[in-house]
């Protein structure tokens, strides 16, 4: 009998932590179980901020994928996803195409730009490793290059981050706490450099609890952070951006620019004819898509409705890692032939958000704020808990977060 073929496109949270489940749920005579990445290891999406300031070498948020998947049970090839066939059930690959019975789409997100103009050609973003180093390399460059030029040159030294979210935020507390070793490495004087965040809504930190973003708002201030809230970018350049505010335009001259201002499901899955929103499947409670009872989507790609909010849940790591255990679940059942779907219900343990190190915000257990210290160590148990669920205590001896007394 032919055995079913089992194919998940990408090792993010969501893809990585169902390809773990299903290994260990389902025998290698029941299925024939593919990973698809494009690189060979899984990286933390939520340690890119650190790599992007230089603050955490970019190895650290790197787990080979030999490491967690075993590949006596699961075929991995490495390569880059083109397209979806959902009609015809096959995937094609940069190498090469893939025939499969069941799909799990896990393929992360892209940034949004919201259409404004010259992003694309002139922002540095937070998408991956790679991008993460190079950011790090560019702010590091331009500030060795200041002291270099014949005439004074402030958009070297100066950093812009457009939006103050939770991706924003965490780059610019690691950025604040680095300033001063750039500075003496380079030989500048700190007065001289700017740190700004942009945000076009009325609040930095939507949606978080105002004496929380009150607190981290002024922490980072303290650290030389400028803040212009209510202020929307309107272009990028190659020398900088414009803003606007009140209807009065204003220049912010910079050669380190970095979006962080939203993101969108990966263009392929919409690109393959899925129903999208923004990139995103509203998909059914058991992650199944509308019009495919054969493909689940899990991670960024998902929208998940709240129904107490009517809005979407933030496609966060948090929900990513709980969709692989409904996810794998229902793959089990469709391979056995089976009707006893789980639906997804997101549970939110709490969000907290790092301010640089030994510093964060954070709200658990329902209601309880956390605040500096004792917000960071949380901060670090709720990384090493992921790592130690993915790949047990060894995993989390490799690459965990033990400093929590900095």
């Not at 990445?37 to 650290?60: F, I």
């Not at 301010?355 to 709720?382: N, P, Q, Y």
């Amino acid at each position: 009998m032919k055995k079913p073929k089992v194919v998940v496109l990408g090792a993010g949270y969501g893809g990585i932590m169902t390809t773990v489940k299903l290994q260990k749920m389902i025998g290698t005579n029941e299925v024939d179980l593919t990973l698809v990445n494009k690189h060979d290891y899984h990286y933390q999406t939520t340690w890119l901020h650190e790599s992007s300031a230089g603050t955490l070498h970019h190895d650290r948020t790197r787990i080979p994928i030999k490491d967690v998947v075993d590949f006596n049970k699961v075929n991995f090839v490495q390569d880059t996803v083109i397209s979806i066939d959902p009609k015809a059930k096959k995937v094609i690959l940069e190498d090469g195409e893939l025939e499969y019975d069941y799909l799990v789409i896990g393929l992360g997100f892209e940034s949004a730009t919201f259409g404004i103009k010259g992003i694309e050609e002139h922002a540095y973003t937070i998408n991956n490793v790679n991008s993460s180093r190079l950011i790090r390399d560019t702010i590091e460059y331009n500030f060795s290059l200041y002291n270099n030029e014949e005439e004074e040159r402030p958009e070297l030294i100066t950093i812009v981050v457009g939006g103050a979210g939770f991706t924003g935020i965490e780059f610019v507390g690691e950025v604040a706490n680095r300033l001063p070793e750039l500075c003496h490495e380079y030989d500048i004087d700190p007065s001289k450099v700017r740190l700004v965040t942009v945000e076009a809504g009325p609040s930095a930190l939507a949606g978080f609890d105002p004496e929380l973003v009150e607190y981290a708002m002024n922490r980072l201030e303290a650290k030389g952070v400028e803040f212009k809230i209510g202020t929307a970018i309107k272009e990028a350049t190659a020398d900088g951006i414009v803003v606007e505010k009140d209807g009065v335009q204003e220049e912010i001259k910079t050669k380190n620019f970095v979006w962080a201002a939203g993101v969108r499901g990966n263009s392929i899955v919409e690109k393959s004819g899925f129903e999208v929103n923004r990139g995103r499947v509203q998909i059914r409670p058991d992650l199944r898509t509308p019009d495919y009872d054969d493909v689940i989507v899990v991670g960024d790609c998902a929208v998940i409705m709240n129904e107490e909010t009517g809005r979407p849940y933030p496609p966060t790591a948090q929900i990513a890692i709980q969709m692989a255990d409904v996810a794998a679940h229902n793959v089990k059942v469709m391979v056995r032939g089976g009707s006893e779907f789980k639906e997804f219900t997101p549970n939110i343990l709490g969000t907290v958000a790092s301010l640089g190190e030994g510093d964060a915000i954070g709200v658990v257990f329902g209601t309880r704020k956390l605040f500096g210290w004792m917000a960071s160590v949380m901060k670090k148990i709720i990384d090493n808990r992921y790592l130690l669920k993915l790949g047990g205590i060894g995993l989390l001896l490799k690459k965990g977060k033990f400093n929590i007394f900095k």
